[in-house]
């Protein structure tokens, strides 16, 4: 398979995508052959269904990519051609793909020259992640996906050909028909741990973004704001920024007749919720805004961007921006910590997503909120989800285990 050679890209961004619901495939893809054109076609109009988040459409972008670079490339089907075995040849081919389809950093699909879109020869289907606490990549021979991104494939690909079948265009889906997706897919009999980090570590990452703030107020006051936010409001990084479904703005926090102060959020699934906002959350709150020179509290109706850029007008609209903020400050409080030789306590910050504050906050309030409080301000759409914050049972499994002996002692020999 290593002789196989890198594919071009298909879709590119979502801005830059023609509207399939209103142009027929012929004229969409004139130079793909009649088959590839209604691939296409199809394949577009459901992306394009999922245009309401960003974070979606990449991820279900990228699933159906692959699917059809696999059909075109490797196999000259089209999407009417495929039957159960062709998943299962494809989830293998997805496994070990070749090297020749397998970027060793993140590059855009697309890029733009002289007013047209040209393809980016440098990107690739499949990606080797980088090695978070080595900043460090491998080479694409030890490519390999982990059993989240296998599930979401099928996941995913169950989905598209749901659509299909509803648009008439096939009639069977032939990823239902896998039965033994456990050839891909690891069993376990234990409950994922929720990826965190320590009470020790958070205060040592807001203490970096406080030093930060009281260097450089113009810089850092939003970025302590940020980590606030994402902690003690359990938001998504994309719950901050703004996107063409909506934009936080100050006014999103709002009091209602008892005094009490509330967050409105539009989250995942485009679904909206109030999120109970702390003493301590408002006490953030009115510092920012102090900074920013507003009043201390927002008002009714207040248009004012939740988190605005630094350089230039309007709300932030990149999740990088501020993941990257957090980022740094991770960063700094684990060379922090590992100057005063607490490195084992510091190893978690080196592999920690922006995604843990909202793990991490959840976690802390579960133990001392009804978790019912806990499951709405987070967003849940189960009482399972939130259940799976409550680690008493593991901290009681570990205690009855923590004495037991290996040998005895000589006493009781």
Not at 1 to 17: H, K, R, T, V, W
Not at 35 to 51: G, I
Not at 320 to 346: D, H, K, M, P, T
């Amino acid at each position: 398979m290593s002789l196989i050679g890198a594919p071009q890209p298909i879709f590119d961004n979502l801005e830059y995508l023609p509207d399939a619901f209103k142009i027929s495939a012929a004229q969409l893809a004139p130079n793909l052959s009649t088959a590839h054109q209604q691939d296409y076609f199809y394949s577009l109009r459901y992306l394009l269904s999922y245009k309401g988040s960003s974070a979606t459409f990449n991820a279900y972008r990228r699933e159906v990519e692959r699917l059809i670079q696999w059909l075109w490339q490797i196999k000259g089907y089209s999407l009417q051609d495929v039957r159960r075995e062709h998943i299962e040849e494809f989830m293998e081919f997805c496994l070990a793909p070749p090297e020749s389809w397998i970027g060793l950093k993140n590059v855009s699909r697309f890029k733009s020259k002289q007013g047209e879109r040209i393809a980016n020869n440098e990107w690739r289907p499949f990606v080797v992640p980088a090695d978070k606490s080595s900043g460090s990549r491998k080479d694409a021979k030890h490519y390999s996906p982990s059993q989240k991104a296998i599930q979401a494939s099928f996941a995913i690909l169950s989905s598209f050909f749901n659509f299909l079948i509803q648009e008439e265009y096939l009639s069977a889906n032939p990823v239902a028909l896998v039965r033994q997706k456990s050839r891909f897919i690891q069993k376990s009999q234990n409950r994922a741990p929720v990826r965190r980090i320590s009470n020790y570590q958070w205060d040592e990452v807001i203490r970096v973004a406080e030093t930060l703030a009281a260097q450089d107020a113009a810089q850092h006051e939003r970025t302590l704001f940020i980590l606030n936010c994402l902690l003690g409001m359990y938001l998504r990084i994309s719950e901050l920024v703004a996107d063409e479904r909506s934009t936080p703005v100050m006014g999103d926090f709002r009091m209602d007749s008892d005094r009490n102060w509330w967050f409105h959020v539009v989250g995942k699934g485009n679904k909206s919720r109030i999120i109970t906002v702390s003493n301590a959350m408002l006490e953030a709150l009115k510092r920012y805004r102090t900074h920013l020179g507003l009043s201390a509290l927002p008002y009714l109706g207040e248009q004012t961007p939740l988190i605005s850029k630094i350089h230039g007008h309007g709300p932030v609209t990149s999740t990088r921006q501020i993941r990257n903020l957090v980022q740094s400050c991770f960063n700094q409080a684990y060379e922090n910590l590992v100057a005063i030789g607490q490195e084992s306590e510091a190893l978690e910050l080196k592999v920690a997503t922006v995604h843990w504050l909202r793990h991490t906050g959840i976690s802390e309030d579960v133990k001392i909120r009804p978790r019912e409080h806990v499951k709405e301000d987070a967003g849940h759409s189960s009482m399972a989800t939130t259940d799976k914050y409550i680690d008493s049972e593991l901290r009681e499994r570990h205690a009855s285990a923590i004495n037991k002996k290996i040998r005895r002692s000589p006493e009781e020999l």
